[in-house]
């Protein structure tokens, strides 16, 4: 990996981070993204109900220009490798609100008892 792409990197996982902050959800940067087996992925976030969600970031100049375009048209994709389990690929602000949604309807139902 090249400096230039790594700074890249890094500041996409900053990026997500904020973006997940913005939204009441606590998110932190893994220290050397994943490169400590203890501390696996690029980016922790702490959903209230949930715990805490490994989350690896990519950025490509050009890699996921299929997935934008199937998205274009959709909400969700998902996708299936066979003999894999599906996954689900959303947009930032869809997988946010969802997550901002639960979480907020988690501490209603938390207060309500």
């Known amino acids: 990996m090249t400096i230039k792409t790594g700074k890249k990197g890094t500041k996409f996982e900053y990026q997500i981070v904020r973006e997940h ?3 009441g ?3 932190k ?17 702490f959903p209230t109900n949930l715990g805490r ?6 950025v490509r100049a050009q890699g996921f220009s299929e997935l934008y375009k199937w998205l274009a048209t959709n909400h969700v994709l ?3 490798r066979d003999r894999e389990n599906p996954l689900a690929v959303v947009p930032l602000d869809l ?9 907020q309807l988690q501490e209603k139902l938390a207060e309500e008892n």
């Open 95 to 103: 997988w946010l609100d969802t997550l901002a949604q639960s979480q």
């Open 78 to 80: 998902f996708v299936k």
């Open 21 to 23: 902050k913005k939204f």
């Open 25 to 27: 959800i606590d998110a």
């Open 29 to 45: 940067r893994v220290p050397r993204s994943g490169a400590i087996a203890e501390l696996p992925g690029d980016v922790h976030v």
């Open 53 to 58: 969600m490994v989350c690896e970031c990519k």
